[in-house]
């Protein structure tokens, strides 16, 4: 339930942010990657217990295998990965960090519940939510956010909402028979394509803006045009030629590994430089 590779992603990124910050106070890069993991793996067991119903079609596995899960436990480790997030805050993190990370945690809270089934705004928040390890990484180090770490912050952002998208996609049959009324689910497959379009060539402009002001260098734009952006175009294309449930599915898959190539690319902004 708390999936892994999501929450280790999560936690390799507060130490790419840091090595772009030039910060070598290992201790604190450990316990920043710590509570972003504990939020990381405390928001996907929320997320999954909300999504219980709509898994039943969406993921039949996830969903028998959540039904083998003992009520009581699950409980337990929920309310083990809050405390222990917010302890470790309160004891290391300065108090801008701090309440930057509970505005997060009533986020998560609120996101599938209340936020998912508003159009396009549940996939705004959970990408605010992604992107935000980088502001809280800055947070703790500097008590503020600059220029370092904002374009990576907009690429990751930008990268989760058409993950997001394209997952509503793939989930629109659960979702719809649920009543949570995703953009895919309240306007349909076309027009979400279209949105994916609009925010596929969005991703490109912006992602691209660093490297012609002089900000990122030329390996930076092979890093994001290899792993970022022909593998969304193609995305987007066989989407279009191909609507039906499998491509959507294998999508779905893609667009994770696409984030992952996103992660390289920022990497590539300190370590080629």
Known sequence: MIRPLNV???GITVFIASYILNQTNCKMIWIISIIVMLFCSFANIINDLFDFDTDKINNPKKYFKILLLNSSTILITLITLLISALILAHLFLPINAIY??????????????????????GNLVISFI?????????????NSFSYLLF??????????????????????????????????AVFGITYSKYLLLILIILLIITSTYPYYMGIYHFQYLISLVLFVQIPLIGCIFYLWKYPNFQTRRTLTITTKYVTIGGVITILTTKLLG
């Open 8 to 10: 280790l992603l999560s």
């Open 100 to 121: 930057y990370l509970y505005l997060i945690c009533l986020l998560i809270i609120l996101y599938t519940p209340y936020l998912k089934g508003i159009p396009l705004l």
């Open 130 to 142: 992604v992107a935000s390890v980088f502001i809280i990484t800055e947070l703790t180090f500097f």
């Open 151 to 184: 374009y990576p912050c907009i690429l990751t952002f930008l990268l989760t909402l058409i993950r997001e998208i394209i997952k509503d996609i793939d989930d629109l049959q659960g979702d719809a028979n649920a009543g949570i009324r995703t953009f895919p």
